[in-house]
């Protein structure tokens, strides 16, 4: 007798190919029940209308938030309202928008932003992770680079549109994040420290010092979100101010908007 064979014909090599076609059909049917447990039923963009599922649901994806803040069930949340401050360029499916009023606060194109939770982003102990530089855990500017407080602001159309009035930092990152510019109306506002470009002295020119945002026009500086709370910035604000001075570079000014070639 052949010891290969359990029974009959039935030998090692089939069982294990048997079991393990068994288990990747059960691999297949958990993966699929757990890609929907969040962002389902689906619901079409345009009508709203609910696509039946056939395969079976999983139970909701439940995030429990940290420091005391209880759960979160993504499909418990309200469904945004789609308005589109903008026209269609022509009349055909899948035609770009025209944006209608200031794309820049309008969230248009590269100026969208995502309603991300109206609450600080936090360090891994529960404090505000970006802060001004004087209500951080003592980090300070080193002696040898630009201070930068004081210096003034120089937007896209080479209009001075303020000074710096304070420095904001990353407390767990440990880099600048945000300028703080007190604009020329008397307005404070942040700029991203990604868009802005200090300009030192020189050691063989008079070069003045200065900081320059080519972001968006000294106009625009107006209309950046501001903070609700002084000294606190929201994840929500975050995205609002980050998309405005990144959205500037294809609207700040009617030739960015159009094509190169």
């Given at each position: 007798?052949?010891?290969?064979y ?11 190919f048997?079991?393990f076609?068994?288990?990747f ?12 447990r969040?962002?389902?039923p ?9 696509h039946?599922l ?5 139970d ?6 940290p420091?005391g ?11 945004d ?42 360090t ?18 080193s ?28 407390q ?5 994040r945000?300028?703080?510019?007190e604009?020329t ?10 868009v802005?470009?200090v ?9 003045a ?16 979100p501001?903070l ?9 604000e975050?995205?609002r ?9 294809m609207y700040a ?8 070639l």
């Amino acid at each position: 007798m052949n010891t290969a064979y359990i029974a009959g014909t039935f030998d090692v090599a089939e069982l294990a190919f048997l079991l393990f076609f068994g288990f990747f059909i059960l691999l297949v049917v958990y993966l699929n029940r757990e890609s929907r447990r969040e962002g389902y039923p689906l619901e079409d963009e345009l009508t709203g209308r609910v696509h039946p599922l056939k395969l079976g649901d999983g139970d909701k994806k439940v995030f429990k938030l940290p420091n005391g803040r209880g759960t979160y069930v993504p499909e418990d949340v309200a469904r945004d309202a789609i308005d589109v401050p903008g026209k269609r360029a022509f009349n055909s499916a899948g035609a770009p928008y025209v944006p209608t009023g200031n794309p820049m606060k309008d969230g248009m194109g590269p100026a969208a932003w995502a309603n991300r939770a109206k609450y600080p982003d936090l360090t891994f102990d529960g404090r505000p992770r970006i802060v001004p530089l004087a209500h951080s855990h003592d980090l300070v500017i080193s002696p040898n680079d630009p201070q930068l407080i004081g210096w003034p602001v120089i937007a896209a159309d080479k209009t001075t549109v303020g000074k710096v009035s304070d420095i904001w930092v990353d407390q767990a990152e440990h880099i600048i994040r945000y300028l703080e510019v007190e604009t020329t109306t008397g307005r404070k506002v942040l700029a991203p420290m990604t868009v802005a470009a200090v300009q030192t002295k020189g050691f063989f020119d008079d070069r003045a010092e200065l900081v320059e945002i080519d972001a968006i026009t000294a106009a625009q500086f107006d209309d950046v979100p501001t903070l609700e709370t002084p000294g606190i910035i929201t994840r929500y604000e975050e995205d609002r101010i980050q998309a405005y001075f990144g959205g500037g570079y294809m609207y700040a000014t009617p030739e960015r908007a159009e094509p190169w070639l």
